[in-house]
């Protein structure tokens, strides 16, 4: 119930185009959707993050579209650019004294932004 | 760069070895999360450390334990390494122990021999 899956493992696009990438998860306690971008060499970088008491969030090109009762989030990545080739990891966590902020993570999907 | 500090960047080691990997947070970060990364694993949640004291707990082997100091830094020791524990290790810092946005390092890369 931990789980979150992710697809696709890997995406090409070609510049300009909207990159789409979706996350599902199981455990209705998540209350916290992280997005990451991990360049080679790097750790990952918080992109954008969401809650699921909104439906979307928008930060300039990048925007999560949430649907709790399907218990499914994405990234849209709009005019994709190859800046952007990289590796993205959705992520979830819970709330809690307990449980301290441990993110679960997907799989990842590794983008390709063609010129 | 991210602020969060991990040394060494690489690390060669042979099987039934021992080593520490250190981290320095981003300053005022109080929590610290230690996460590994591999190829059949993706990135695993290994422990959290908030102000000096444990607070999470993830998939953690017993032949690993880590710790945070008084002044923030941690460090996670790996012992009786087998080859299966190469891998990417990352620390990540943040202000508090809720969710929020964690800032990562740039990551260990251990590989065992």
């Known amino acids: 119930q931990q789980q979150v899956k992710q697809s696709p493992q890997s995406l090409i696009v070609q510049k300009g185009g909207i990159s789409i990438i979706n996350c599902a998860y199981e455990n209705t306690a998540f209350d916290y959707f992280p997005w990451y971008q991990q360049f080679p060499g790097k750790g990952p970088a918080l992109l954008i993050a969401i809650r699921p008491d909104v439906s979307e969030k928008k930060e300039g090109r990048f925007t999560i579209s949430f649907n709790k009762s399907a218990k499914q989030f994405s990234l849209h990545i709009m005019d994709s650019q190859p800046g952007d080739s990289a590796t993205y990891f959705c992520?979830?966590?819970?709330?809690?004294?307990?449980?301290?902020?441990?993110?679960?993570f997907g799989e990842g999907t590794q983008l390709t932004v063609n010129p | 760069d991210s602020g969060v500090t991990q040394t060494p960047k690489h690390l060669i080691t042979a099987t039934g070895q021992r080593v520490t990997l250190r981290c320095s947070p981003r300053?005022?970060?109080?929590?610290v999360y230690w996460y590994q990364q591999s190829l059949d694993q993706g990135l695993q949640f290994l422990i959290q450390?908030?102000?000096?004291?444990e607070r999470a707990k993830g998939n953690i082997l017993e032949r690993f334990s880590a710790q945070q100091f008084p002044d923030l830094h941690s460090e996670l020791n790996l012992s009786s390494l087998e080859l299966g524990d190469s891998a990417l290790y990352f620390c990540?810092?943040?202000w508090g122990t809720g969710n929020y946005g964690y800032t990562f390092g740039s990551g260990t890369r251990l590989t065992v021999v």
């Open positions: 990540a810092s943040s």
């Open positions: 300053s005022g970060d109080l929590s």
């Open positions: 992520a979830a966590s819970r709330s809690g004294e307990t449980s301290g902020s441990r993110l679960t």
């Open positions: 450390y908030y102000n000096g004291e």
